[in-house]
């Protein structure tokens, strides 16, 4: 009987299990099962938070599919919630270890609840092999992708694991689940790739949806609307702070001049505590 909490960033969920004195056998396997929408619990995958030697708490997340993820800013958000909520930590800044390195978290508490998560997410990748994409360019920004007989413009970055930002001129009636999983796919991307479709509202608003590698269409992925803000400044069409809106939700995200990281801020929500027979 493996206990868990569903919780979810803007209504990307993902199934928590503390790690922290136990271990959970073949995740791959139980993120497949526990994500299933009919026959498990229903999330985008499974999030299994861990003891670490270099920061106060370790997270590892699996998609829906069984892949593992380097990172995931909605999932990261609710990690920080899971842990201070729960008392395994009485810090409202904490630092999580991940495969894309160690995120700090900035925690906002209402009534001894985590209702905001400001998390800093580190340095944009841009040199495309460490993205990883296969171009010899130095940046792949706006560049043609060939996908389904139609030419993108297409601008690539990691933010730990990697984005592919296309801009469109009508999101919501862009058709996201036929260009998504081909985008996702491309030979381009060796890993594969997160693939954002964006609509500039205006300099301070960008309107996104994701197909997410190794999950499909989400309501809302925080380092794809990360990815998005630095490829809009790349671009010339955004501010270095703006809102970005998902399907989900709003998330706040700013590109910081002076350091070069990129921070992201948005709410975490737990849904419900359960167990379930593995």
């Given at each position: 009987m493996m206990k868990f909490t569903k919780m979810h960033g803007l209504g990307n969920d993902y199934i928590y299990v503390d790690c922290l004195n136990g271990i959970v056998e073949n995740p791959s396997e139980i993120a497949k099962f526990v994500s299933d929408r009919h026959f498990g619990i229903g999330s985008d995958g499974l999030v299994l938070i861990l003891p670490s030697a270099i920061a106060d708490f370790k997270m590892r997340m699996f998609n829906s599919d069984g892949s593992e993820a380097e990172m995931c800013g909605n999932a990261i958000r609710c990690v920080g919630k899971f842990?201070?909520?729960?008392?395994?930590?009485?810090?409202?800044?904490?630092?999580?270890?991940?495969?894309?390195?160690?995120k700090v978290l900035d925690m906002t508490v209402v009534e001894g609840k985590v209702t905001l998560v400001k998390v800093d997410m580190g340095e944009p990748i841009l040199i495309p092999k460490n993205i990883p994409v296969n171009s010899e360019l130095e940046r792949f920004i706006s560049e043609p992708v060939e996908v389904n007989g139609e030419v993108f413009k297409v601008t690539c970055v990691s933010m730990g694991n990697p984005h592919a930002v296309t801009y469109v001129d009508d999101?919501?009636?862009f058709p996201l689940e036929v260009i998504g999983p081909k985008m996702e796919t491309h030979c381009l991307y060796p890993r594969k790739i997160n693939a954002e479709f964006v609509e500039v509202l205006d300099p301070r608003t960008l309107k996104m949806r994701v197909w997410e590698r190794g999950a499909g269409e989400t309501m809302a992925c925080g380092t794809g609307a990360c990815a998005v803000l630095v490829a809009s400044v790349l671009n010339g069409v955004s501010e270095?702070?703006?809102?970005v809106k998902l399907l989900g939700g709003d998330l706040i995200i700013e590109w910081n001049e002076s350091d070069n990281h990129v921070y992201m801020t948005g709410p975490a929500t737990k849904v419900f505590d359960g167990e379930i027979d593995i």
């Amino acid at each position: 009987m493996m206990k868990f909490t569903k919780m979810h960033g803007l209504g990307n969920d993902y199934i928590y299990v503390d790690c922290l004195n136990g271990i959970v056998e073949n995740p791959s396997e139980i993120a497949k099962f526990v994500s299933d929408r009919h026959f498990g619990i229903g999330s985008d995958g499974l999030v299994l938070i861990l003891p670490s030697a270099i920061a106060d708490f370790k997270m590892r997340m699996f998609n829906s599919d069984g892949s593992e993820a380097e990172m995931c800013g909605n999932a990261i958000r609710c990690v920080g919630k899971f842990v201070y909520d729960n008392g395994l930590t009485d810090k409202k800044v904490i630092k999580v270890e991940t495969l894309a390195g160690i995120k700090v978290l900035d925690m906002t508490v209402v009534e001894g609840k985590v209702t905001l998560v400001k998390v800093d997410m580190g340095e944009p990748i841009l040199i495309p092999k460490n993205i990883p994409v296969n171009s010899e360019l130095e940046r792949f920004i706006s560049e043609p992708v060939e996908v389904n007989g139609e030419v993108f413009k297409v601008t690539c970055v990691s933010m730990g694991n990697p984005h592919a930002v296309t801009y469109v001129d009508d999101v919501t009636k862009f058709p996201l689940e036929v260009i998504g999983p081909k985008m996702e796919t491309h030979c381009l991307y060796p890993r594969k790739i997160n693939a954002e479709f964006v609509e500039v509202l205006d300099p301070r608003t960008l309107k996104m949806r994701v197909w997410e590698r190794g999950a499909g269409e989400t309501m809302a992925c925080g380092t794809g609307a990360c990815a998005v803000l630095v490829a809009s400044v790349l671009n010339g069409v955004s501010e270095r702070k703006a809102v970005v809106k998902l399907l989900g939700g709003d998330l706040i995200i700013e590109w910081n001049e002076s350091d070069n990281h990129v921070y992201m801020t948005g709410p975490a929500t737990k849904v419900f505590d359960g167990e379930i027979d593995i």
